[in-house]
């Protein structure tokens, strides 16, 4: 049965004495929500900088270096859709409250670890708490503000922290780690998610509890099979795709993913009602979040890499580089918030889109001679104020007209759907980075041996990494192949936009605060 089709849901007397506590009650409340949602997602970028400490300080090798990243981003987006169910069944400000004790909790014991499984072992936790915390808040404002101005308002506040997180993860990661060390970029989470969970209480109110079970089968299988299917891609793109154990990934993921869908299909009271999908505007919500969120990965990951390999740059400066990105991003939403009542949310997702791609594509022109302001800065704007469109339309849309008891689940799919197209689009793009730079590699080696003096062929020879400049033009022709990639996936966003989503009269009604026609 389509959501669409659902009738809609009277609101709770826990929820209706929410919205009656007035404009102060509402914007406390939203601060507990977008601080909780703050601080899971800049958890995602906030050790990217750190990573060269992390590697020193408990011996870890190259290769494995990049699981400290994969164990929060795979049983963050692995357990998003079980976070969202739970909060429907057991009240969303309970859950809420312990999954962000969770990952404070996870958060201590990591900046603790005195070795590499321990850390990993704390980065995985974090990931379940952030997988519980995350798609709950998002039900917190569902159920929280009325549909209407008040509701796109939260969400665009909401969608420009979650868009804007990466860029103050970079920036509070380099002060962190320049200032004192890379243990403060774990420990920083606990005073503030203490902080959020004494004032939950204060300013939230627990939300009605709706019956039913706990779909264990289903939050296995797609855990599973979403987790082998990063795991592939992130092994195609350190061992090739024609290595067994890759194939081996790939394989197995398809098969438990079936697995998923069938179960789902089955189940009375499924982790992911598959009606949702029968939704052509959900549906094609879905897949936009899965190309812009490979985009926006992509997009810090390697910007990353290049400011502070090539430009240069310190943790600190990298991390002052990319604090525009926030500020642009949260004037994107707020121009969204503002006129999708007045044009709905289409328009703004397709020239989102289109601007994000237009961003990605003009960093493709970056060479070793690109400087900050003349090569990265316009480009890097211009795609932020698109995120910022996007992200606001794209939680509405998802939203859009889902019963109470499924918010929860609808939040955590849009969740699940940014953090595993997130985790599947940066391992292709690593893959053609890897490819690049490798051809890129074949030209540079000749010309570094023909030039380089005798002691500097001799430490190439023994530890197998050039020096600049060949090095950076190596990294340089990576970069921007995998910037080619991204501005493909943004642009399927666009025509994905253009031909599937659909706005009705009704809908446009509901973002002015009407109450508009029931849906059929």
């Not at 914007?27 to 990217?48: E, F, G, K, R």
């Not at 939403?333 to 289409?346: D, I, Q, T, W």
């Amino acid at each position: 049965m389509d959501n669409a089709g659902s009738s809609p849901q009277p609101a709770s007397p826990q929820t209706t004495t929410t919205r009656e506590s007035g404009g102060g009650g509402n914007a406390m409340a939203l601060l507990v929500i977008a601080s909780c949602q703050l601080m899971v997602v800049l958890d995602i970028t906030i050790v990217n900088i750190a990573l060269p400490q992390i590697q020193r300080s408990l011996d870890f090798s190259t290769t494995s270096l990049s699981w400290v990243v994969n164990a929060y981003t795979l049983t963050f987006g692995g357990l998003l859709l079980l976070g969202g169910r739970v909060g429907d069944i057991l009240g969303r400000r309970r859950v809420f409250i312990f999954g962000v004790l969770l990952f404070v909790l996870a958060s201590l014991l990591g900046g603790l670890a005195q070795n590499a499984g321990q850390l990993l072992a704390a980065r995985a936790l974090q990931g379940v708490g952030g997988a519980i915390a995350s798609p709950t808040a998002l039900s917190l404002v569902s159920t929280t503000f009325r549909e209407g101005p008040e509701r796109n308002r939260a969400f665009g506040v909401f969608a420009a922290v979650s868009a804007g997180g990466g860029a103050i993860g970079l920036l509070a990661g380099g002060v962190l780690v320049e200032w004192l060390n890379w243990r403060w970029v774990l420990f920083v989470n606990v005073p503030i998610g203490l902080l959020i969970a004494l004032a939950t209480p204060r300013w939230i109110k627990e939300s009605e509890r709706h019956p039913g079970r706990f779909d264990i089968t289903g939050a296995l299988t797609s855990t599973a099979g979403m987790v082998l299917l990063v795991y592939g891609f992130i092994r195609a793109a350190q061992d090739g795709w024609r290595d067994a154990l890759t194939l081996a990934s790939f394989a197995v993921a398809v098969v438990v993913l079936a697995g998923f869908v069938l179960t789902e299909r089955r189940s009375r009271q499924p982790i992911t009602p598959l009606h949702m999908f029968a939704d052509r505007n959900r549906a094609g919500t879905y897949g936009i979040m899965l190309c812009l969120a490979a985009a926006i990965f992509g997009m810090f990951f390697f910007l990353t890499l290049f400011v502070q390999n090539v430009l240069e740059f310190s943790p600190l400066e990298a991390g002052l580089a990319f604090l525009p990105v926030s500020a642009v991003i949260a004037v994107g939403a707020g121009l969204a918030s503002r006129f999708l009542p007045v044009y709905g949310p289409k328009p703004f997702m397709v020239v989102g889109a289109l601007l994000a791609a237009a961003g990605l594509a003009w960093l493709t022109l970056t060479d070793v001679h690109s400087t900050y302001a003349g090569s990265v800065l316009g480009p890097m704007l211009v795609f932020s104020l698109g995120m910022g469109m996007e992200f606001v339309s794209l939680t509405l849309m998802a939203l859009s007209d889902v019963p109470t008891p499924e918010t929860g689940a609808a939040s955590g799919l849009l969740n699940a759907t940014q953090q595993v197209g997130g985790s599947l689009g940066l391992s292709i793009l690593v893959t053609m980075y890897g490819t690049a730079s490798a051809n890129e590699a074949e030209k540079q080696i000749p010309l570094f041996l023909q030039q380089a003096a005798p002691a500097a062929r001799l430490r190439f020879e023994r530890t197998g990494q050039l020096p600049k400049p060949w090095s950076d033009e190596i990294l340089t022709a990576g970069v921007s192949a995998s910037f080619i990639m991204a501005a493909i996936f943004t642009a399927v966003a666009a025509l994905i936009a253009l031909i599937v989503i659909q706005v009705r009269p009704s809908d446009l009604e509901r973002l002015k605060g009407g109450a508009g026609p029931a849906p059929m």
